[in-house]
């Protein structure tokens, strides 16, 4: 199998199908790619609308997991554990790609490479690009290359963290893609009230000694987690 796509769900009933109908509509076979739903304690109609979206693309290869994690990588974790492609993909389930050859890109990309970086994406609204950043989303690792590493739990730019690791490696490889492939859907008051109770659960933490929830160095400083 070519792609694992890793999908993790938290109360996102009534945003999912767009993310599952731009993988469905991708032009790599069917045979060739799995997608693992991962739901993360979930208190919505999540699993009963992926499950009955399921029914209706009965051709898609797709694993349904339940996860009860306490931070964002968690879920993540959950499908690199039962992942079976040769490469893998993250796609946030209230995101989408925006371009049907996208998995044929970054494979095709990928030949001769453990890594594909991608140097454009959407972004609702418009903002700064993200292109420069540490994202996961723009990053297509092969399983081998990311091996026994998994996210840590943090609960705030954990995919940064992961990602500068998963770079950091010697036998790091990447080929780039500069064509736009992934829709990130920003909500800008979601993400400033999730940054206000890290930094605040941060602080109590810091009190006791315990290192901060989310990253923090040259790269994500606090200073600028504070101005969202």
């Known amino acids: 199998?070519?792609?694992?796509v890793i999908i993790p769900i938290k109360d996102l009933g009534s945003k999912i199908l767009p993310c599952l109908n731009s993988i469905y509509s991708q032009d790599m076979s069917k045979s060739d790619y799995e997608v693992l739903t991962v739901f993360d304690s979930c208190s919505d109609d999540s699993e009963s609308v992926v499950r009955e979206?399921?029914?209706?693309?009965?051709d898609m290869r797709l694993r349904a997991f339940r996860a009860e994690c306490k931070c964002p990588g968690g879920a993540r974790n959950v499908g690199l554990d039962h992942a079976a492609g040769e490469f893998i993909m993250f796609v946030d389930g209230d995101d989408k790609l925006?371009?049907?050859s996208a998995m044929t890109i970054l494979y095709n990309a990928a030949q001769g490479h453990n890594a594909v970086r991608v140097t454009d994406h959407k972004v609702t609204p418009p903002m700064t690009k993200y292109s420069q950043r540490l994202t996961i989303w723009?990053?297509?690792f092969s399983r081998a290359l990311i091996g026994n590493d998994r996210f840590t739990d943090l609960l705030l730019c954990e995919d940064y963290e992961f990602v500068k690791r998963i770079r950091s490696k010697a036998e790091y490889d990447e080929?780039?893609?500069?064509?736009p492939l992934y829709y990130y859907n920003y909500d800008h008051n979601?993400?400033?009230?999730?940054?206000?109770?890290?930094?605040?659960l941060s602080e109590e933490r810091k009190k006791e000694g315990l290192p901060p929830l989310y990253v923090c160095d040259e790269f994500v400083p606090v200073s600028a987690l504070e101005k969202i």
Not at 53 to 58: A, D, G, R, Y
Not at 190 to 200: D, N
């Open 98 to 100: 925006i371009n049907n």
């Open 53 to 58: 979206w399921v029914k209706q693309h009965s």
């Open 1 to 4: 199998m070519k792609i694992s």
């Open 138 to 140: 723009l990053h297509f």
């Open 190 to 200: 979601r993400m400033k009230a999730r940054i206000k109770k890290v930094l605040a």
């Open 175 to 179: 080929a780039i893609v500069t064509t």
